[in-house]
């Protein structure tokens, strides 16, 4: 499928045939991004197998590095060495930390950093992420006594960080996101008194997981395990992390392998951390054939293998606190929900119009293109199908999940399609093309 890429001209995508093999999906994102962050707080030295050699944890790893952190070369398949400075050993850069895509580098950051007395740093990223909002982050933040300045009363990047002492205090926050929680945890590390947040959904719940792993002293309690209070005061030690697959790379393959005629896949070795399972919940929904294998532990964190093969589908409906446990799948669910019989209904996702891109409209426009039934709302949208897709000329607009999702798409849609600035999926997927060239069985 994947034919020709170059940053300047389309990836050419034929549609027809089929997916078949098995197929390990890179190291889950949110963990590596942990792993590297706690990593370089801890004593003594982390390893870090399964780390996602991808644009996004690199750029945590250059940021880590240029605050006097040693971080081996990240190379896929290679064990990544992370020798911490411990909590207060953050050097202050010479120079702006670049963020680049990296939403989870930013915010994690700001928590990471807040509380750094005396220290100044300055972070900026690529022009998706300096669009994106930071107050969110920034906000709790200053009700534990950070000073950050940045655009637009302190909502955009680039933004400076002044470190200052910070105070425990009990924080509900208006979103639940994964990012701010951890940059609160980030900072409740080094202030004075024991800090809580207060999520109105459960987010995912990696940073909790890793940080007992290395020592913290965390309790996590409330209905749905949205209350978490971290007590300062324990040194943080170096720990071997095993990072499993990531289930939202995961996420292409499963509806890939439900929606196109014939398919057959395994994923192998994905995260299946309950905080994380939303998507298996609306396949399952769906009437998908999808069958959790070799169910077992590693590192903390529920793994499993994944068959899936092609079916009928049914319409899904998802709203309310299901959404941030597949926040990031919904783009590609939109692409199964054109294979599936009825009017699915996406609603509480207004979350999306602050990723990467605003991703319901990108995928409104994208999939638009290619003949889906979409309306869109101001918090999520509806997909009637079976509409027969057709191939057609389409944009990734820069955003990883759009670029892959399409190509989902162009898979089983009649006729060619020419997707635009493919290069996107390296954010979190290098191999994408690679795996998708490879699982693809030509039409007769
Ligand atoms: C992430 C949390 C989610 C997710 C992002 C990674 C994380 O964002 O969309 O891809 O690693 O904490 P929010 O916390 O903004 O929901």
Same mark, same amino acid.
């Given at each position: 499928?994947?034919?020709?890429?170059?940053?300047?001209?389309?990836?050419?995508?034929?549609?027809?045939?089929s997916l078949?093999?098995?197929?390990?999906?890179?190291?889950?994102?949110?963990?590596?991004?942990?792993?590297l962050?706690f990593?370089?707080?801890?004593?003594?030295?982390?390893?870090?197998?399964?780390?996602?050699?991808?644009?996004?944890?690199?750029?945590?790893?250059?940021?880590?590095?240029?605050m006097?952190v040693?971080?081996?070369?990240?190379?896929?398949?290679?064990?990544?060495?992370?020798q911490?400075?411990?909590l207060?050993?953050?050097q202050?850069p010479?120079?702006?930390l670049?963020?680049?895509?990296?939403?989870?580098?930013?915010?994690?950051?700001?928590?990471?950093?807040?509380?750094?007395a005396?220290?100044?740093?300055?972070?900026?990223?690529?022009?998706?992420?300096r669009?994106?909002?930071?107050?969110?982050?920034?906000?709790?933040?200053a009700?534990?006594?950070?000073?950050?300045?940045?655009?637009?009363?302190?909502?955009?990047a680039?933004l400076?960080?002044?470190?200052?002492?910070?105070?425990?205090?009990?924080?509900e926050?208006?979103?639940?996101?994964?990012?701010?929680?951890?940059?609160?945890l980030?900072?409740?590390?080094?202030?004075?008194?024991?800090?809580?947040?207060?999520?109105p959904?459960?987010?995912?719940?990696?940073?909790?997981?890793m940080?007992?792993?290395?020592?913290?002293?965390l309790?996590?309690?409330?209905?749905?395990?949205?209350v978490?209070?971290?007590?300062?005061g324990?040194?943080?030690?170096?720990?071997?992390?095993v990072?499993?697959?990531?289930?939202?790379?995961?996420?292409?393959?499963?509806?890939?392998?439900?929606?196109?005629?014939?398919?057959?896949?395994?994923?192998?070795?994905?995260?299946?951390?309950?905080?994380?399972?939303?998507?298996?919940?609306?396949?399952?929904?769906?009437?998908?054939?999808?069958?959790?294998?070799?169910?077992r532990?590693?590192a903390?964190?529920?793994?499993?293998?994944?068959?899936?093969?092609?079916g009928?589908?049914r319409?899904?409906?998802?709203?309310?606190?299901?959404?941030?446990?597949?926040?990031?799948?919904?783009?590609? #669910? !939109? $692409? @199964? %929900?054109?294979? =599936?019989? /009825?009017? *699915?209904?996406i609603?509480?996702? &207004?979350?999306?119009? +602050?990723?990467?891109?605003?991703?319901?409209?990108?995928?409104?426009?994208?999939?638009?293109?290619?003949?889906?039934?979409?309306e869109?709302?101001?918090?999520?949208?509806?997909?009637?199908?079976?509409?027969?897709?057709?191939?057609?000329?389409?944009?990734s607009?820069t955003?990883?999940?759009?670029?892959m999702? #399409? !190509? $989902? @798409? %162009?898979g089983? =849609?009649? /006729?060619? *399609?020419q997707?635009?600035?493919? &290069?996107?999926?390296? +954010?979190?997927?290098?191999?994408?093309?690679?795996d998708?060239?490879?699982?693809?069985?030509?039409?007769?």
């Open positions: 499928m994947a034919e020709t890429t170059t940053a300047s001209s389309p990836l050419q995508l034929r549609g027809g045939g078949r093999g098995s197929v390990q999906v890179p190291g889950d994102k949110s963990i590596s991004h942990r792993a962050l990593g370089a707080i801890a004593e003594g030295t982390t390893r870090i197998e399964g780390l996602l050699p991808a644009e996004d944890p690199l750029s945590t790893a250059a940021c880590l590095r240029a006097g040693t971080v081996s070369e990240i190379r896929a398949g290679e064990p990544v060495t992370v911490g400075v411990g207060d050993g953050l202050e010479a120079n702006v670049d963020c680049g895509n990296s939403g989870t580098t930013m915010r994690l950051m700001l928590g990471l950093l807040a509380g750094r005396g220290r100044h740093f300055v972070l900026t990223g690529d022009g998706s992420l669009g994106r909002p930071m107050r969110r982050v920034g906000a709790p933040l009700a534990m006594g950070a000073v950050i300045h940045g655009r637009k009363d302190g909502n955009f680039p400076a960080v002044l470190g200052q002492p910070l105070q425990g205090t009990t924080i926050t208006p979103v639940a996101s994964a990012q701010v929680k951890s940059a609160i980030l900072a409740a590390l080094t202030a004075e008194g024991p800090t809580t947040v207060i999520e959904a459960q987010s995912r719940d990696h940073s909790e997981r940080l007992r792993a290395f020592g913290a002293d309790t996590v309690g409330g209905a749905g395990n949205t978490v209070t971290l007590t300062p324990q040194t943080l030690r170096g720990q071997s992390v990072v499993p697959g990531d289930i939202s790379s995961a996420a292409f393959w499963l509806v890939a392998g439900a929606i196109t005629p014939g398919a057959a896949l395994t994923v192998e070795n994905v995260g299946l951390n309950p905080s994380r399972t939303g998507i298996l919940e609306v396949l399952e929904q769906m009437g998908a054939n999808i069958t959790v294998i070799n169910a532990d590693v903390g964190e529920p793994v499993g293998d994944l068959q899936v093969s092609h009928p589908l319409a899904f409906e998802i709203g309310g606190d299901l959404i941030p446990r597949l926040v990031d799948e919904i783009p590609v #669910l !939109a $692409v @199964a %929900a054109c294979c =599936a019989e /009825g009017t *699915s209904r609603r509480d996702a &207004e979350e999306l119009r +602050v990723k990467e891109t605003d991703r319901l409209a990108v995928m409104a426009r994208q999939l638009g293109a290619m003949g889906a039934r979409i869109e709302f101001e918090d999520g949208m509806t997909i009637t199908g079976i509409t027969e897709l057709r191939g057609a000329t389409v944009d607009e955003d990883h999940r759009v670029a999702s #399409l !190509a $989902v @798409a %162009a089983i =849609a009649a /006729g060619a *399609s997707l635009h600035r493919p &290069e996107a999926a390296a +954010v979190s997927y290098p191999g994408f093309w690679d998708l060239a490879r699982l693809r069985q030509p039409a007769p």
